[in-house]
Structure formats: structure tokens, C-alpha cells
């Protein structure tokens, strides 16, 4: 077994989220419908990046990033892999990941596609609307997955998106393989329930065959997976597949299911949720570096349920505290 480097390596799309307030009527004029997500192509992206204001924010983002940064920020040694194009929004997806304490050090593309980018225009009244381009984060291959970094990793966790580019699919798997050849965990993230219903038999597969150790999923996702609206049949059924699933509740916390057994946690409580945008990703952080650290079922799952509890408090998918503090004051830091 390598030596290990990192608790976690997450695996993903590398998106650059742009956000930028707008005023009245340039959503309507530019032919949107607020509040929606537009995937858009190369020239739409070109277009709509020269129309934002200067004041616009620029952060690294997409859902296995969202967990690499919350790690970091947990104090746990955390690296990313994702493509990016070598183009000014590559530079800044990189610099903001480095900043935060993640290694990554994925080869850029030189050629075609623009660095991902999800455009984000802010109403007065507070609505988002999204316009995504995936551009570069979808030309991941084989030769981007390096078993030195993969072994250094106590688990390796990739988001179910990753799944749709033929040539991401296998850099999924090979990066499974190196996980498992020096002695690691392999995780996924299911990502959401539409990207279940394209992959169910797929996703099944891969947790049944032992490709991957541990699943995380909300409700919705675990209940799409086994085609089931009872919640007590769809864990039955997980816990026959996987080693280790993860799965939240919203409001009502989380549970995980190991060896059979089911733990459950209460949400830690709010006032209100501000925005749930980046709530699985950070409760993955969480739960993944409790499982690297070797807390117990139920640690991990408070310091997942803690790590979502601090992101939905505000608007953005990362933490706005050191959430090394904030596992302090609760008694949860990991060892």
C-alpha cells in the first residue's frame, strides 16, 4: 500500500460557478426563463461571459470540488481531479483550489472545448438563473488518472455525473481499479435522481460488483436507484449491495447503512435554510473524512449532518466558517 497522502480524492466535473447581480429585464431580453437552468454551447457561453458585469464573482465549483474544498476546510488533506481548458477560467478554477488547501494538478486541455462554466444571474428579487456550458470538464480520459495519486488516497469518491462521457466512464473505472489495487475504498456520489434513471442498471452494477465500496445518495436518489417509493425497501435492498451507504434526509438528518446495521442522526437544527445548494456535497466532506479518520458510523454522520447544517445557512455551495471550529465546538473533531 502507497503511503497514505490524502484522506480524500474526489473526482468530477471542474465547473467555475460565475455569479453576477442583473438588472431588470436582462434575463427577459437575452431570451431566458428565470429561475431555469439552461445548458448552453460554446458561443452562448462566449456571449454571455462578455455581458457580465466586472463586479461578477468567480469561484471553483461542481459537486466532487464542492467536497474537496469542504474537507480542506474540515482540515482534512484533500485533492481534486477534473479537466479544465487552458484559458483564463482555468487559471481561476485552479488558483481558487489551490488557495483553499486542495491539491490539483490535472493536465489541461490545450485544444477545442472552453473551461466549464456556470453562469449564474442574480434577480433583484433573489432568483437564480443558470446557464451551464460543460465544455473541457467533459474531456476527462484514462490518461488523466494517476495510480500514484489514487494510491495515496485512503477513498477515492467520484460524482455520478462523471458517468455520461464515454471517456470519463473509463477513467471512473480505472480509477476504481487503482483504488482497490493498493488496498483503498472506491465511492460514489449518485448525484441526482435523473442522472440515476439514465444509469440505474449501470450504477447497480458497479456497487454490486464491488467496483465501489461506498454509495451516497438522498432519498430521492436511493428510492430512483432500487425503482421504489417505499424508503424501508430501497435501504433493505442497499444494504445487501454495498459495504457502506450514506444516505440523507433533508430535515429529517441523515443514516448509514455498514455491514447490515442502520445508524441514524437527527439534522442538526436552523432557523432557515438560506440555500440547499451545496448540502450533499458538504455533507459528503464530512462523512467521508470521518469515515478516513476512522470515526465511528455515527461521528461521521454528525460531522456530515454538521458540515451541511453550517453551507445551508448562507447563499453558495462552500463553508463560510472554518468548520474545523465549528467540529470543535461540538466535540466532533476528527482525530
Known sequence: MTQTRFDVLTIGNAIVDIIAPVEPGFIEREGMKEGIMHLIDTDRAEDLYAKMPQ?????????????AAGIASLGGRAAFVGKVAD?????????????IGVFYNTSRLKNGALTARSMIFLSEDGERTMNTYLGACHQLTEA??????????????????????QEAKKAFVL???YAHKNERAAALTLSDPFCVDRFRAEFLDLIRSKT?????ANVHELKSLYQTDDLGEAVREIAKDAEVAAITMGADGAMAIHNGEVTSVPAFPIDKVVDATGAGDLFASGFLLG???NQT???????????????????????????????????????
Not at 455551495?317 to 470543535?328: E, F, I, W, Y
Request: with cysteine; proline share 3%; glycine share 10%.
Open 55 to 67: 463586479g461578477r464573482q468567480q469561484i471553483s465549483g461542481g459537486s466532487a470540488a464542492n467536497t
Open 87 to 99: 484559458d483564463p477560467l482555468g487559471d481561476v478554477f485552479e488558483a481558487d483550489l489551490n488557495d
Open 144 to 165: 488523466d488518472i494517476n495510480e500514484n495519486e489514487i494510491g495515496g488516497a485512503a477513498i477515492t469518491f467520484m460524482e455520478g455525473f462523471l458517468w455520461d462521457p
Open 175 to 177: 480509477a476504481a481499479h
Open 212 to 216: 465501489i465500496d461506498y454509495v451516497f
Open 291 to 293: 469515515l478516513a479518520r
Open 297 to 335: 458510523m455515527e461521528e461521521a454522520l454528525k460531522t456530515g449532518c454538521l458540515s451541511a447544517h453550517e453551507v445551508i445557512s448562507h447563499i453558495g455551495a462552500r463553508p463560510q466558517v472554518d468548520l474545523t471550529t465549528l467540529l470543535s465546538q461540538h466535540g466532533l473533531a476528527a482525530s
